[in-house]
């Protein structure tokens, strides 16, 4: 998929090839699963998928040891990881599972993802980041575009935050010590 930088504040990367937002042709729907530590955000994410042709939800896991063991079970497609389990804890996942050698990407999501986080995520193994607050229609487009092989991350992970903006140390006022 090609990307290109949208002009005007803060540079950020938009997909030139918006084919991700339509169902999947395939024979027969991709199979994602989840490793959330809350029932009713699981659940929430069952009842998206519910409403998709060419994606179907299968199971959850309550943690990253029940996570290993749905993987190694059930493959599925996608398995969606809350990153509450901890940035350690889940990089470390990630790296283990790249050695079961199987068919499943990896998508993390969390409330509170930061630029450091993501790239960190995606070296360690995973294919998606997304925060948990992107709208349903941003969801399934991350899902599709990894189940179909791409790596995806939600752009607004990457928009510069003030303090690491160089130019604006150009204008802050000294303070005398």
Same mark, same amino acid.
């Given at each position: 998929?090609?990307?290109?930088?949208?002009?005007?504040?803060?540079?950020?990367?938009?997909?030139?090839?918006?084919?991700? /937002?339509?169902?999947?042709?395939?024979?027969?729907?991709?199979? &994602? $699963?989840? =490793?959330?530590?809350?029932?009713?955000?699981?659940?929430?994410?069952?009842? /998206?998928?519910?409403? =998709?042709?060419?994606?179907?939800?299968?199971?959850?896991?309550?943690?990253?040891?029940?996570?290993?063991?749905?993987?190694?079970?059930?493959?599925?497609a996608i398995l969606v990881i809350?990153?509450?389990?901890?940035?350690?804890a889940v990089s470390d996942w990630?790296?283990?599972?790249?050695? +079961?050698?199987?068919?499943? $990407?990896?998508?993390? +999501?969390?409330?509170?993802? #930061?630029?450091?986080?993501?790239?960190?995520?995606? !070296?360690?193994?995973?294919?998606?980041? &997304?925060?948990?607050?992107?709208?349903?229609?941003?969801?399934?487009? =991350?899902?599709?575009?990894?189940?179909?092989?791409?790596? +995806?991350?939600?752009?607004?992970?990457?928009?510069?935050?003030?303090?690491? #903006?160089? $130019?604006?140390?150009?204008?802050?006022?000294?303070? !005398?010590?």
């Amino acid at each position: 998929m090609a990307f290109a930088a949208r002009p005007g504040r803060g540079e950020s990367v938009v997909p030139l090839d918006r084919s991700f /937002l339509v169902p999947l042709q395939q024979a027969g729907p991709k199979t &994602i $699963a989840a =490793c959330e530590s809350q029932p009713v955000t699981a659940e929430g994410l069952r009842s /998206l998928i519910k409403a =998709c042709s060419d994606l179907a939800f299968s199971k959850t896991a309550r943690s990253l040891e029940g996570a290993s063991e749905l993987v190694r079970q059930s493959e599925p497609a996608i398995l969606v990881i809350d990153k509450t389990f901890g940035v350690q804890a889940v990089s470390d996942w990630l790296t283990h599972a790249q050695k +079961w050698r199987k068919p499943t $990407a990896f998508v993390v +999501w969390g409330t509170g993802l #930061n630029e450091s986080e993501a790239l960190r995520f995606v !070296q360690a193994g995973a294919r998606g980041v &997304i925060r948990k607050t992107a709208d349903p229609v941003t969801l399934l487009a =991350c899902l599709r575009s990894v189940v179909s092989g791409a790596t +995806w991350m939600e752009d607004s992970l990457f928009r510069q935050s003030p303090r690491l #903006n160089p $130019a604006d140390d150009l204008h802050r006022t000294l303070t !005398q010590r």
